[in-house]
């Protein structure tokens, strides 16, 4: 059984006097427990590809399936962290991290037993009635994550989630979400990042998946096997990295 | 496509206007009964709740409607593209001009029972204050950003949650804005509104606005005022207590990340009164928690109620028959009032035609010139007034709340007077109407520009202050360009508001006398008022109807995507 299989996907966009093709003929499969991150040029549907999987958008060729069932609408066991947070500003840090629970009609006093684990697994503890524009980049997306996390993923779907974030504070919510995937209490199994950063990449992923510009086809399937805690500054890093410039350049 | 759609619409509209007109015709034959109306000082209070509850009314149906119609529009793309252009002409049309034809609709509905009465006027207050909370509401639907929009469809927000966490908390501040703004223009319209007078027949409902009137026809100066201070009181008392803190308020339901604190909320007397002082919090707190239960429980019935009766299998075909039932029903009854409408229309139109009919090419003509002076003279002064006070923040902190009262004040109350103080001095009508008009119009201009300036980006302004732009260089390259799209859309709804102005401005009567000057109001009027000629109401109602969409379609709308298009600041 695949995990998650994605088989000859392509999207077009057409209004009335033209037609865009962003993505052409996508193929690739995960297995469970691995972390991908996919890279390509800005404008090649990465972002698109992430939404049809998450099943936020439909393909318009070709189909997904996640543990072999035909995506079509939002599957359980899948969230979503999005790059610029998408926080509703008039909830609570507490309120937002379980509006998924409140959806699934979880009574308010089981919801928060729930949140709580998850607020304290990212370090948002203390801050629970705060409202997000008090909050900083870093806990913003804090939130996003543990309100990801209470819906217990087992593939967790990440739009380039530390590129609206300072370098210091992008690296360090890097290695956290690095220690959630590895910890074996939580649900989280497959995660799936879209990314236009190659060190970032190559810093977190199993497998990269390289794409080209539009339409994009995938250029490159490459497997990572630096051992982790991994170092930017190693030879076999930066050799990993080059590796993937010269595909996409 | 477009435009035949456009046309065929406009003129479905006409026709229910028209049908509405021919049920109006017959209530012309009902009889009102008059009854002389006290205006001793005693009955003020009295009056003036009268005339808030009225507004109240007008205000709380102003709100459903805009929700679910803001709602429908922005929700369902196939009810949009009907519910948008339709939206889009009511708010063009000049409402004033239409009340005689309510008057005789309600009045008809109702069998000459003065409820009737009661209910044109709340439906006059009605439709001054529905348009623009609807297009506000549809507005803030529509820019819903599109992070959040996914990050609900993740989560799985569906039916009341998702409009609870979702729609509703995205529309609130512009709702809350809009609703300042229609009532300052429902106070406008109530003073019209109360007094009810066609051709022989009159009738003045109990309220602030008939009070005011009264007073003034006989010239008893001191009511008059007392009136005039009992209406800003109860303005200033609804700044104070109501807007400031729910704008305050409403902050919390911005998109914009950082910026304001918490704290920023905490001021001012009206937040002093609702959370500090001795038992308005619990007032408080009792509303909003049985606001949040009533609100949660119709919300829950509305959203989810309806669609699991429709869903559930026992239920489910009668539901889908009964709803097709209605539809048909609503579009054969459409059918037949659109045949009654051309029937009415034909038979108002059938009679050879009064000679003043063929005025109204130069009525409309001489009216635009008023407005068009009227908007210069507007254009003159805010402009460099909202440079000065969105480039100010201690102008701004001492003007703003100035400007708001004074614009609140309906400037329909004091028409007579400004009337009778004009034609002492300068002898004509003229100069008077050009100034009623320019009540009716500067306040849009001035407020859209305020918030224009203070929304040119701060780094921009640095940019300039860096590279030494300054006085008229600054203005020129910077503030003008940055203006453009906040002038343009001023412009709008200050000819909007001018066009309805000019029903009153040019016709007025006071202390037994009218006063009145040649143009498309006055011909309205004189036709409404004096004779009932209703050849010539719908006439220059049609009229003035296809100039102002006709001036929207081909001139604001053309110049507004111009703008939009170069000197909008992408963020």
């Keep these: ?249 | 496509m477009g435009k035949i759609k456009n046309v065929v619409l406009t003129m479905g509209l006409a026709a229910l206007a028209i049908a509405f007109a021919y049920f109006a015709y017959k209530g012309q034959q009902m009889n009102i009964q008059g009854r002389p109306m006290s205006t001793d000082i005693i009955f003020l209070p009295y009056y003036a709740a009268r005339s808030f509850l009225r507004m109240m009314a007008a205000y709380i149906f102003s709100l459903i409607f805009s929700i679910a119609y803001g709602y429908k529009a922005a929700t369902d793309s196939k009810a949009e593209r009907i519910l948008i252009p339709v939206l889009d002409i009511l708010q063009s049309v000049p409402i004033l001009g239409f009340f005689p034809a309510a008057v005789f609709f309600f009045v008809s509905l109702f069998n000459g029972h003065t409820i009737g009465v009661e209910l044109a006027s709340v439906f006059l207050i009605f439709t001054s204050q529905a348009w623009n909370m609807a297009f506000g509401y549809y507005e803030s639907l529509t820019t819903i950003p599109k992070d959040i929009y996914e990050a609900s469809e993740a989560f799985k927000l569906t039916g009341w949650l998702r409009f609870k966490h979702l729609f509703l908390p995205s529309g609130i501040s512009k709702l809350v804005y809009n609703s300042i703004l229609s009532w300052a223009g429902g106070w406008y319209f109530l003073i019209a509104a109360e007094i009810i007078a066609i051709g022989p027949i009159e009738y003045s409902l109990p309220g602030l606005g008939s009070f005011l009137i009264k007073t003034m026809e006989k010239g008893e100066i001191f009511k008059t005022a007392s009136g005039l201070i009992m209406l800003l009181a109860i303005i200033a008392l609804m700044n104070i207590f109501l807007w400031q803190p729910l704008t305050l308020w409403a902050d919390i339901y911005k998109y914009e990340y950082g910026g304001a604190k918490q704290e920023d909320h905490k001021k001012g007397l009206g937040y002093w009164i609702w959370w500090q002082a001795p038992l308005f919090p619990l007032i408080r707190q009792w509303i909003s928690e049985k606001g949040f239960y009533l609100i949660e429980a119709v919300g829950r019935f509305v959203f989810d109620g309806i669609e699991k009766a429709l869903s559930s299998s026992r239920f489910a075909r009668i539901f889908k028959a009964c709803r097709s039932i209605i539809s048909w029903a609503f579009r054969i009854l459409f059918l037949y009032i659109l045949g009654r409408s051309v029937a009415a229309l034909i038979a108002i139109f059938a009679v050879p035609l009064d000679p003043m009919v063929f005025e109204i090419p130069r009525a409309l003509l001489y009216s635009f010139v008023r407005l068009a002076a009227a908007y210069v003279i507007s254009l003159l002064w805010t402009l460099p007034a909202a440079l000065w006070i969105g480039h100010d923040e201690r102008a701004e902190a001492f003007f703003m709340p100035v400007f708001q009262i004074l614009a609140s004040v309906p400037a329909t109350a004091l028409f007579p007077v400004m009337v009778y103080a004009l034609i002492k001095h300068t002898g004509g009508m003229e100069l008077a109407a050009v100034l009623l008009v320019l009540t009716g119009m500067q306040w849009y201009l001035l407020f859209n520009l305020i918030s224009g300036v203070k929304s040119i980006p701060q780094d921009l302004k640095e940019a300039a202050r860096i590279l030494n732009l300054n006085g008229f260089l600054y203005w020129r390259r910077v503030a003008l360009p940055a203006l453009m799209p906040s002038l343009i859309t001023g412009s709008i709804t200050a000819w909007g508001g001018g066009w309805n102005a000019l029903i009153v401005a040019e016709y007025v009567s006071y202390a037994g006398r009218i006063y009145k000057t040649f143009g498309i109001g006055s011909l309205l009027d004189g036709a409404t008022y004096g004779a009932g000629n209703f050849q010539l109401i719908w006439s220059s109602l049609i009229a003035m109807m296809i100039t102002i969409v006709g001036v929207n379609r081909f001139f604001w709308r053309k110049l507004y995507s111009i703008a939009a298009y170069r000197f909008k600041i992408e963020s």
Excluded at chain 1, 24 to 34: C, L, N, R
Excluded at chain 1, 75 to 101: C, E, H, R, Y
Excluded at chain 1, 121 to 146: C, I, N, T, W, Y
């Design chain 1, 1 to 249: 059984m695949k995990f998650l299989e994605v088989k000859h996907v392509s999207k077009t966009y057409t209004d009335e006097s033209r037609s865009l093709t962003v993505l052409k003929d996508i193929s690739f499969a995960a297995e469970e427990g691995e972390f991908i991150c996919v890279i390509g040029p800005s404008g090649s549907g990465k972002s698109t590809l992430l939404r049809m999987i998450t099943g936020l958008d439909r393909p318009t060729g070709g189909e997904i399936y996640f543990k072999n069932r035909k995506v079509e609408g939002v599957a359980d066991k899948v969230a979503m962290v999005f790059q610029s947070f998408a926080l509703f500003p008039w909830l609570t840090v507490l309120d937002n991290v379980t509006i998924g629970l409140e959806a699934k009609g979880i009574k308010r006093k089981d919801r928060i037993a729930i949140a709580e684990k998850y607020i304290d697994k990212v370090g948002l503890d203390g801050f629970e009635e705060a409202f997000p524009r008090e909050l900083s980049g870093g806990m913003k997306q804090r939130v996003g994550l543990a309100r990801a996390l209470t819906m217990e993923p087992e593939l967790l779907c990440m739009d380039e989630p530390f590129s609206a974030l300072d370098a210091f504070t992008a690296q360090n919510l890097r290695e956290e979400v690095l220690d959630l995937w590895l910890d074996e209490n939580l649900p989280v199994k497959t995660v799936l990042m879209v990314t236009h950063g190659i060190e970032e990449a190559v810093f977190m992923a199993d497998r990269i998946i390289v794409l080209s510009k539009r339409p994009a086809k995938v250029v490159a399937d490459v497997k990572v096997d630096l051992p982790r805690p991994r170092n930017m500054k190693d030879r076999a890093f930066s050799e990993t990295a080059d590796r993937i410039y010269s595909l996409i350049f």
